[in-house]
């Protein structure tokens, strides 16, 4: 009688592939990246075009003649990972410190841990974070150059978040900011073209609504009490939803299937977790953004998460 071979799970097969996945990831972040380019011009184009082919190459060099395994560039993840780097740095970031920063994405975040599907920490946001940390001066530049649609009314200087940091409450009209908030990076700059991007997504069945909605209603939340607490002092929930990198962080990078949660309701505790640490940021930390911050802390408790919320077994009541 002939041995019967069981290979590793998944054992149900679809259409879908991580090239697809990355694929729809890409179109969905191609109205942010167009409109920063519009209006940051060939600066933001260079910062983009560094942070793809580094970390592509990169992932090539290391699976060739590190690992000595088939390149895996053709899942098109690192391309991903180049392009949601490129939007968490000024477009004036250096070129030398772009490619530091995709030397700790790829290299360090992900490849050192086996590549896709074995790191512990979002690529992207890790050499984010390295780069806050060692060059804080060129990562606060937030200088706006001349981009390609002339006779902009933008201003340069510290973020909306920044200045809330420093003065207290700003002026803040909500539905400029919906549509144009220059004085960032390219994942700041329009909330509704990410918007847009994560309608995609989850019309595409690529991400669940789960962790994103989690992260905005906590947000919401928590920014709502202390205003209504002390609105002197404390931003409102529309300021903190749509400045910064929330939507990016929310719908881009916190929903990583790697460093997320599989379970709906390990999600949930995930992104109450991730907007839990995003408000203590912004109201009693040294930094006037923390969603970087706080999704690698939440990253950490994704292990414990998956061991403690399952999804119904298949074939269990």
Sequence with gaps: MGKMIVSPSPHIHAATSTRS??????????????????????SELLVIAVSVASCVLLEWAITKWLLKKPSTIGDLSAVVTGLLLAMNLPC???????FIGAV???????????GIGQNVFNPAITGRVFLLISFPQQMTDWTVPGGF???????????????????????????????L????????????????GFVYLLCRRV????????????????????????????????????????????????????TSPMSN????????????????????????????????????????LNRWFHQRKYGRA
């Design 181 to 196: 908030n220059i004085g960032g990076s390219a994942g700041e700059i329009s909330a509704i073209a990410l918007l847009v």
């Design 207 to 258: 991400i669940k609504a789960w962790i994103p909605l989690s992260i905005f209603a906590t947000v919401a939340v928590i920014s709502g009490i202390f205003h209504l607490v002390d609105p002197v002092q404390y931003t409102g929930p529309l300021f903190n939803l749509l400045t910064g990198g929330m939507i990016l962080g929310a719908c881009f990078m916190a929903t990583d299937y790697v």
């Design 92 to 98: 004036t970031t250096p070129w030398w410190i772009v």
């Design 265 to 304: 309701l390990g999600g949930i505790i995930y992104g109450v977790g991730i907007g839990l640490i995003v408000m203590m940021v912004r109201y009693f930390g040294a930094y006037p953004e923390g969603m970087s911050f706080a999704i690698l802390l939440m990253n950490m408790t994704v292990p414990l």
């Design 21 to 42: 996945l990355m694929g729809d990831v890409i179109i969905a972040l191609l109205p942010a990246l167009v409109v920063s380019v519009l209006f940051y011009g060939w």
């Design 149 to 179: 649609l002339k006779n902009i009314d933008a201003v340069s200087g510290p973020t909306l978040l920044g200045r809330a940091k420093l003065e207290g409450i700003v002026d803040f009209d909500a539905l400029h900011t919906l549509f």
């Design 104 to 114: 700790v994405a790829i290299g360090v975040a992900k490849m050192t841990f086996g």
